[in-house]
């Protein structure tokens, strides 16, 4: 990754309510110099300015969002890797536009995207306009602002299109599967037939009609298609190469584990593990992300893993643990690598990738060594958490030889251990040296030090934009009608924004729901005719935090004569079947300790809900703010630190 720190020089920030243009590099290189419209100047350091830039990104309408497509950000990642080029030229003493302009047709000639399109460099006028909006706007200003033209309404023949069906339906079950050319011409046989017939004039359909239709079924493998050798090879040569990191977030690696270590969950004295999910830099060796859980990894904690990576902290994070080591690490991964474990998939996990534009590669199973960085950064926090009471394993007692023993001394509560876990990430490890052998960088530098030479070497990739954090975590998705009510969706109402598009569409009108799986507070609506997304809150502003999953427990509690009579469910219905544990996950018959435990994670999952519940839904527009510093079911919810609890007397067995 080549020095392109220049591209900040330009940049539009927000600093103390005013906004400020970056002007130039401090001549020790260990800062910024700002400035705003009327003329006064400030110096900005490498780190604020790194925060700086991550909140920068905010100014999207929360109401009025888009989602982009694959064919979009595609686009978007071309720009930016034709604007790179064009930085490395000019690095390299081509200070000429018309040169650089030259080189670059002649050095992405030939080559295409991931969507197997050409790659065409434009005008220089163009590139000059990128680099701009670069400069001014970061990634996302480099997204196509073209998708609103065009003629939206769909341009051929119901019954063509209901040939062009049934004529799949026919191969594809048989499996005498086609080509698009030969699709088409069969197609076009029939309804020149069929338009002869009723004597009707024949509208399009042409080629590119059929493969419209093809693209808006759900399967890829209807007809024939072939990847040519070039991409086999691309592809071939891709699979075997193992990227050399020279920056941060180059490559992440994830991973959950269980402690080593028996804590308090309950005033009985009852005692659990608890379970760490963790993501190293593997380039800094700087743990950018850290959650802990109760309950088993699941892919929720991983969100939250990922999340904490892309988003400030603020000074209420790290108030909350007493960490004096202030070091905001956040950037966009380029790779994350991981194992195959179930929370590490399903469509909360795609749903980040999708909007976060980075690579989220699974490691064969049983492989360790794919994924050195992380086991590495496990060896080091075991030993930490062994000198902890309640360990599970010391020096001189090795793995399961001090389970008896560890239940017994347990004291630490799970608040405590995890404040003691996070001010190590910061105040110990962080600064701790490392050994050339385990340093990719081969260097004796602490992590906070790597880190802080890196961010004045390389451009670090900046974290998702605030919209984009908001629409990663609405994976789930469906269809709905619009009624004069608004939407309807798991027995819940929502208005909100639907008036905009009742006054627009009308009822009935059907329309593309995207929704939080872990909030049923709120829904994101569109139509298929326009590209931006309408926020549908719930009309009953009581309704509780919980996850869809929850609800759909807690309504097959409910008599089916109750639903008939009062349609919509309220807030009332659900907190009456809340305190009754209907939303509770089944569970078989269980040991004393597994109650135990089954019990502390409901406590904190209630516990969670009723801070969420103060909140506004994610993204949502409103100005109700918490009562307390809160955060979203895949943020840490911040507690204060407890004092240490009296020691707890155990019965001795005889």
């Given amino acids: 990754m080549i020095d392109v720190v220049s591209n900040y020089i330009g940049r539009q920030l927000v600093y103390d309510g005013v906004i400020f243009?970056?002007?130039?590099?401090?001549?020790?290189?260990?800062?910024?110099?700002?400035?705003?419209?009327?003329?006064?100047?400030?110096?900005?350091?490498?780190?604020?300015?790194?925060?700086?830039?991550?909140?920068?990104?905010?100014?999207?309408?929360?109401?009025?969002?888009?989602?982009?497509t694959k064919a979009g950000q595609?686009?978007?990642?071309?720009?930016?890797?034709?604007?790179?080029?064009?930085?490395?030229?000019?690095?390299?003493?081509?200070?000429?536009?018309?040169?650089?302009?030259?080189?670059?047709?002649?050095?992405?000639?030939?080559?295409?995207?991931?969507?197997?399109?050409?790659?065409?460099?434009?005008?220089?006028?163009?590139?000059?306009?990128?680099?701009?909006?670069?400069?001014?706007?970061?990634?996302?200003?480099?997204?196509?602002?073209?998708?609103?033209?065009?003629?939206?309404?769909?341009?051929?023949?119901?019954?063509?299109?209901?040939?062009?069906?049934?004529?799949?339906?026919?191969?594809?079950v048989n499996s005498d599967?086609?080509?698009?050319?030969?699709?088409?011409?069969?197609?076009?046989?029939?309804?020149?037939?069929?338009?002869?017939?009723?004597?009707?004039?024949?509208?399009?359909?042409?080629?590119?009609?059929?493969?419209?239709?093809?693209?808006?079924?759900?399967?890829?493998?209807l007809i024939k298609r072939r990847i040519g050798c070039d991409q086999a090879t691309k592809e071939l040569l891709r699979a075997r190469h193992f990227e050399m990191v020279q920056a941060p977030f180059e490559r992440v690696e994830i991973d959950s584990t269980q402690a080593d270590i028996f804590v308090v969950i309950d005033s009985e004295g009852n005692v659990a593990r608890p379970h760490i999910c963790a993501a190293i830099d593997c380039a800094t060796g700087l743990i950018v992300g850290m959650s802990l859980s109760l309950t088993p990894p699941n892919a929720e904690l991983t969100a939250r893993t990922l999340k904490e990576m892309m988003v400030p902290h603020g000074d209420a994070f790290f108030d909350a643990f007493g960490i004096s080591n202030r070091l905001e690490a956040i950037g966009r991964p380029l790779v994350t690598i991981s194992d195959q474990g179930s929370e590490n998939s399903g469509p909360l996990i795609e749903s980040i990738v999708e909007h976060c534009l980075y690579e989220f590669r699974k490691n064969i199973?049983?492989?360790?060594?794919?994924?050195?960085?992380?086991?590495?950064?496990?060896?080091?926090?075991?030993?930490?958490?062994?000198?902890?009471?309640?360990?599970?394993?010391?020096?001189?007692?090795?793995?399961?030889?001090?389970?008896?023993?560890?239940?017994?001394?347990?004291?630490?509560?799970?608040?405590?251990?995890?404040?003691?876990?996070?001010?190590?990430?910061?105040?110990?490890?962080?600064?701790?040296?490392?050994?050339?052998?385990?340093?990719?960088?081969?260097?004796?530098?602490?992590?906070?030090?790597?880190?802080?030479?890196?961010?004045?070497?390389?451009?670090?990739?900046?974290?998702?934009?605030?919209?984009?954090?908001?629409?990663?975590?609405?994976a789930g998705r469906t269809e709905r009608k619009l009624q004069r009510y608004g939407v309807e969706y798991q027995r819940i109402q929502y208005f909100g924004e639907a008036g905009l598009l009742l006054d627009q569409y009308g009822p009935g009108a059907k329309l593309e729901i995207r929704y939080d799986p872990t909030d049923i507070r709120m829904l994101l609506a569109r139509h298929p005719n326009d590209d931006d997304w309408v926020e549908l809150t719930a009309k009953d502003p009581d309704l509780p935090a919980i996850s869809f999953a929850e609800l759909e427990r807690l309504r097959k509690t409910l008599p089916v004569d109750e639903m008939e009579a009062q349609g919509a469910l309220s807030a009332q219905i659900i907190l009456r079947e809340m305190t009754k544990d209907m939303h509770r996950p089944m569970r078989g018959q269980r040991t004393k300790a597994r109650r135990a435990a089954h019990a502390a994670q409901d406590f904190q999952r209630d516990q969670e809900t009723a801070?969420?519940?103060?909140?506004?839904?994610?993204?949502?527009?409103?100005?109700?703010?918490?009562?307390?510093?809160?955060?979203?079911?895949?943020?840490?919810?911040?507690?204060?630190?407890?004092?240490?609890?009296?020691?707890?007397?155990?019965?001795?067995?005889?």
């Fill in 74 to 172: 595609q686009d978007q990642e071309v720009r930016l890797q034709i604007l790179r080029a064009e930085a490395e030229l000019n690095a390299q003493g081509y200070l000429s536009w018309t040169q650089r302009h030259a080189l670059l047709i002649e050095k992405f000639q030939g080559l295409r995207d991931r969507l197997g399109r050409p790659i065409s460099v434009p005008s220089v006028r163009a590139l000059q306009s990128w680099k701009g909006a670069f400069r001014a706007g970061g990634r996302q200003a480099l997204a196509d602002a073209r998708r609103r033209s065009g003629n939206r309404t769909r341009r051929h023949d119901p019954i063509f299109e209901a040939i062009v069906i049934q004529q799949l339906e026919e191969r594809f």
């Fill in 611 to 654: 801070l969420r519940s103060k909140a506004s839904p994610r993204g949502a527009n409103s100005s109700r703010q918490p009562e307390t510093e809160v955060v979203s079911l895949n943020e840490p919810v911040f507690v204060a630190s407890p004092s240490s609890p009296p020691p707890i007397e155990r019965r001795r067995r005889s």
């Fill in 21 to 68: 243009t970056v002007t130039a590099r401090t001549q020790d290189e260990s800062g910024f110099i700002i400035q705003d419209v009327e003329g006064n100047g400030a110096q900005i350091s490498n780190e604020e300015l790194h925060v700086l830039l991550a909140q920068a990104q905010s100014d999207i309408s929360r109401s009025r969002q888009y989602f982009q």
């Fill in 177 to 221: 599967r086609v080509t698009a050319k030969e699709l088409h011409r069969i197609s076009y046989a029939l309804y020149q037939t069929w338009a002869e017939e009723n004597k009707v004039t024949m509208q399009e359909c042409g080629e590119r009609v059929v493969r419209s239709i093809i693209s808006s079924l759900p399967h890829r493998d």
């Fill in 365 to 474: 199973p049983k492989k360790p060594e794919k994924k050195p960085f992380i086991e590495r950064l496990f060896g080091v926090m075991n030993e930490f958490i062994h000198s902890l009471p309640g360990a599970t394993e010391t020096r001189l007692m090795k793995n399961r030889t001090r389970i008896e023993k560890a239940t017994a001394e347990a004291r630490l509560t799970f608040e405590q251990f995890e404040s003691k876990l996070q001010r190590w990430r910061y105040d110990v490890y962080a600064q701790m040296p490392r050994k050339r052998v385990t340093s990719h960088l081969r260097t004796n530098e602490s992590p906070a030090a790597s880190w802080r030479r890196l961010l004045k070497e390389c451009l670090v990739p900046e974290p998702p934009s605030e919209s984009e954090i908001r629409q990663m975590f609405f």
